[in-house]
């Protein structure tokens, strides 16, 4: 036998062995961490919606539209200065109600959309404390999700989310969630607006491979902030695309049927350093 022959015979016998080692040690490295912090695989196409700021369009016109298509979102409500108390702006707090009591999830946007990190841990807490006895005292469940108000965010906050135990939080980035890399509490998001219908169709296409598509959207229409306006039509066009290619459409409490929040939360690293912000 040539040494040529000889040295092809050999890489063909060990090649395969070399291979199965390689496995093994990814799933030494891999599994430990995905077992933990995955319940189940993440289907292609799940989308988690967020709806912002409690606009008064998100009970008049989103809940209905969603309800229809058996689609599943998260409501970030807070008491929106300097015009909360205008009903035809935003939603009362029996409204808010009615979304939870509808199996909607009812989540936490600080009492004031406070640009939290600019607070003490103690005045963190307090913005969100507001909320939360807000929801007891009407019997809102207990609240597990929380949205940085313009993407305000520190180190302090994410202490005082882990001291109130939020399972997770939102923040922006235009980017997907990959739930084995990003910490839960700084979970990226794309925004909608009136001008990036194109930006938000290819956002959805990347719903694939384990990785999570959320989108922020504020009011459908938002008359008070027309820069984050997502006309109603539009909305319907993505409604529309979700239903007909099949899109499983979730809210974050019910994306914890897939993730294990509080064990990605003691494995994941926070990094400040990926875009968070829309
Ligand atoms: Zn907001």
Request: net charge neutral; charged share 25%; aromatic share 12%.
């Amino acid at each position: 036998m040539s040494r040529i022959q000889f040295s092809s015979v050999l890489s063909a016998k060990v090649f395969p062995y070399l291979k199965v080692c390689t496995l093994m040690l990814f799933l030494l490295i891999h599994l430990p961490v995905n077992g933990q912090i995955l319940k189940k695989p993440i289907p292609d196409k799940t989308v988690v919606l967020t709806f912002d700021d409690g606009v008064a369009s998100h009970y008049s016109n989103v809940a209905p539209l969603l309800k229809e298509r058996g689609f599943g979102a998260t409501f970030f409500v807070c008491e929106f200065p300097p015009n909360f108390s205008d009903s035809t702006k935003y939603m009362n707090w029996r409204q808010m109600q009615q979304l939870d009591r509808m199996g909607f999830e009812v989540a936490n946007h600080t009492h004031n959309h406070a640009a939290v990190g600019k607070l003490s841990e103690e005045e963190v807490i307090k913005e969100i404390n507001y909320i939360e006895a807000k929801c007891d005292s009407l019997g809102i469940k207990r609240m597990i999700s929380f949205a940085y108000p313009g993407y305000s965010m520190s180190e302090i906050v994410l202490e005082a989310l882990d001291k109130k135990d939020y399972l997770l939080a939102r923040a922006g980035g235009k980017r997907t969630y990959k739930p084995l890399e990003d910490h839960p509490y700084l979970i990226p998001s794309w925004a909608t607006d009136s001008k990036n219908e194109a930006e938000t169709m290819e956002a959805l296409a990347q719903a694939k491979d384990g990785q999570i598509v959320v989108l922020t959207i504020h009011g459908v229409p938002d008359l008070e902030h027309p820069w984050v306006n997502t006309p109603p039509e539009m909305f319907l066009r993505y409604l529309d695309f979700l239903s007909k290619n099949e899109y499983q459409v979730l809210s974050f409490e019910q994306l914890a049927e897939y993730i294990d929040f509080r064990k990605a939360r003691k494995l994941l690293k926070v990094n400040f350093d990926k875009p968070l912000r829309n």
